[in-house]
């Protein structure tokens, strides 16, 4: 020992070191202290292992032992065990706490009782009375006195809060401000201005900065950077919904993603700047998943994207759809229109359009409440409108042509104008530009004018007929097989081939190059009995007579010529023989 009164009263203890005024003049029965400085141990009475540095440090340790205090009134008023302060009044006031580090000026001073505290840095917990609280950083949880187990990391870190518990703070004043515990912050001013906003979990640079609300999640430098009274978001990447206010209930996972939203709600968005330029409350309830997908939306609302630069020009459309790399991709003012599929729709300008499949509507700049389903379907159309293309590149030349339907594999493909037009079937076409209410139906069947329909490519059509034998088979329903017509107001023209067949005052008439034959209707030979020399059959089969008479007599024939031919009517010599020429063509 060295100094005055040092050891003064020591009889049984071993290896003590005193060095200084009145260093542990009580102790008794202690070993192996280390007291320098005025006053050290000065009460100590009992107590072993301690090693005291500093004037009046461990001042009031009676029995405690294995305890370290290094600087001026460190460790002053401890009378517990296992305890380490460093620093001119590192854990001056602690008294019953145990497990205690206290490294720094005044770090832990104000402990009294609370146990298993570490504090690393100038006032570090400078006023903590609570348990189980680390603090690394100077002035880290500066305030807090009865939050109790936190963890804190950084200078100022969590430096007002007072009654905080569960909380974990790391870095520059992160959680500065705040007031509740059970927040998670990680990064220089993370969650730096949250007061009263708790369940929140900040990570990266300035995240949740200015928070005050709860329930958030921001991952990434400045994600929600902004937010103070939006609740239940979550950011992940830089900038993130770094500039949202108030918006709720918003998702954005990737850098810039919902960057400039600062009211809007209801948002998810998912890929570098996706839905990026949206700011107002207007554009609420928006999807958009993929690299600057909606990355320019504005105002629209109801929006779903999916693929990057998806909506990637979208304003102001609403309700909206994309599912693909590139789809709807130049579209700025388009709204309520569907498309899936690589470019679908990609420089569409107008609205209501649904096209799904990889090219779908590609070239789509005007044509509206248009739907198409397959690969190619509609791809050169440019301004046509109210279409429908269901099948790989079905209508895949139109431009212009409107109010057309095509069923099948590349049905109405050829042409660039099809207009008010059907064609079902694969490759069902029109052999010209432009025709008008045309349709083709089957496999390969084509039209060639405007206001007709063709059926099939040689093939039979059968009506209530399975296995048609004809080109036309009716079966019969209910024991009737029949073919209506009505009454034509003219006569058609001469076809130039073959024949066709019309009603005309509720008489079948047929016509081809030779005119007009009445299939039903009177024969122009009145009834009544006529002689044989007085017969005569015209070049339609018409049988005429110049008189009326009858043929009585045993004739075993009878002859009928026309011009070219004779027929003969064979009778039996046995029986009387009567011919009569009834109102009907023979």
């Given at each position: 020992s060295y100094g005055i009164d040092v050891f003064t009263d020591l009889a049984l203890g071993t290896g003590n070191v005193g060095v200084g005024f009145g260093v542990a003049p009580s102790l008794t029965s202690g070993d192996g202290n280390l007291g320098v400085g005025v006053s050290s141990l000065l009460f100590l009475v009992s107590g072993s292992d301690n090693v005291s540095l500093g004037n009046q440090s461990s001042q009031e340790n009676i029995s405690g032992n294995q305890n370290v205090s290094v600087g001026v009134k460190s460790l002053q008023e401890n009378l517990t065990d296992g305890n380490v302060a460093v620093g001119f009044e590192a854990l001056q006031s602690s008294v019953n706490a145990s497990g205690l580090v206290a490294v720094g000026f005044q770090a832990a001073k104000a402990n009294i009782a609370g146990d298993s505290v570490t504090a690393v840095g100038s006032l570090c917990l400078a006023n903590n009375l609570a348990s189980f609280n680390t603090a690394l950083g100077a002035g880290a949880g500066y305030l807090i006195s009865t939050g109790e187990q936190n963890t804190i990391v950084g200078a100022d870190a969590f430096a007002e809060n007072e009654i905080g518990s569960n909380a974990v703070a790391v870095g520059f004043q992160s959680q500065n401000k705040s007031t509740v515990g059970e927040n998670v912050s990680l990064g220089a001013f993370s969650?730096?201005?949250?007061?009263?906003?708790?369940?929140?979990?900040?990570?990266?640079?300035?995240?949740?900065?200015?928070?005050?609300?709860?329930?958030?999640?921001?991952?990434?430098?400045?994600?929600?950077?902004?937010?103070?009274?939006?609740?239940?978001?979550?950011?992940?990447?830089?900038t993130a919904l770094s500039q949202n206010v108030d918006g709720e209930k918003n998702t954005a996972l990737g850098a810039g993603a919902l960057q400039d939203n600062d009211s809007a709600s209801n948002c998810t968005a998912a890929g570098y700047n996706a839905l990026s330029s949206q700011t107002t409350s207007t554009p609420s309830n928006n999807s958009a998943f993929g690299s600057e997908s909606s990355t320019s939306n504005e105002t629209g609302t109801g929006l779903s994207s999916f693929g990057a630069l998806s909506l990637s020009a979208n304003q102001d459309g609403d309700f909206c759809s994309a599912f693909g790399y590139k789809s709807q991709s130049t579209s700025v003012s388009a709204s309520n229109c569907t498309s899936m599929g690589y470019a679908s729709l990609e420089v569409n300008t107008a609205s209501g359009n649904t096209a799904i499949g990889s090219g779908a509507m590609l070239l789509n700049e005007t044509g509206s409440n248009c739907t198409v389903l397959g690969f190619g379907a509609l791809q050169s159309n440019i301004s046509g409108s109210n279409l429908i293309a269901i099948g790989e590149s079905a209508l895949f030349g139109n431009e212009d042509g409107s109010n057309t339907v095509c069923i099948g594999t590349g049905s109405g493909s050829t042409q660039s104008s099809y207009i008010n037009s059907i064609y079902f079937g694969t490759l069902a076409d029109a052999t010209a530009n432009s025709l008008?209410?045309?349709?083709?139906?089957?496999?390969?069947?084509?039209?060639?004018?405007?206001?007709?329909?063709?059926?099939?490519?040689?093939?039979?059509?059968?009506?209530?007929?399975?296995?048609?034998?004809?080109?036309?088979?009716?079966?019969?329903?209910?024991?009737?097989?029949?073919?209506?017509?009505?009454?034509?107001?003219?006569?058609?023209?001469?076809?130039?081939?073959?024949?066709?067949?019309?009603?005309?005052?509720?008489?079948?008439?047929?016509?081809?190059?030779?005119?007009?034959?009445?299939?039903?209707?009177?024969?122009?030979?009145?009834?009544?009995?006529?002689?044989?020399?007085?017969?005569?059959?015209?070049?339609?089969?018409?049988?005429?007579?110049?008189?009326?008479?009858?043929?009585?007599?045993?004739?075993?024939?009878?002859?009928v010529s026309d011009i070219s031919n004779t027929y003969t009517i064979s009778l039996d010599p046995l029986f009387t023989a009567r011919v009569d020429l009834l109102e009907a063509d023979v």
């Open positions: 969650l730096q201005n949250n007061v009263d906003g708790n369940d929140c979990v900040a990570i990266g640079f300035e995240a949740l900065k200015a928070n005050l609300s709860p329930a958030c999640t921001a991952l990434g430098a400045a994600a929600l950077r902004d937010n103070t009274d939006g609740i239940l978001n979550t950011a992940a990447g830089a008008t209410n045309a349709g083709a139906i089957g496999y390969n069947s084509r039209i060639s004018i405007s206001n007709a329909i063709n059926i099939g490519n040689s093939c039979r059509i059968g009506i209530n007929q399975p296995s048609p034998a004809n080109a036309v088979h009716i079966s019969n329903v209910s024991n009737i097989a029949d073919l209506g017509f009505d009454n034509s107001l003219g006569t058609p023209s001469e076809p130039a081939e073959g024949g066709a067949l019309y009603v005309s005052s509720n008489h079948l008439q047929y016509i081809n190059l030779d005119g007009v034959i009445n299939l039903t209707g009177p024969s122009g030979v009145a009834a009544g009995d006529y002689t044989l020399t007085n017969l005569s059959v015209d070049a339609r089969g018409r049988i005429t007579a110049a008189s009326s008479s009858s043929i009585v007599g045993t004739a075993t024939e009878i002859d």
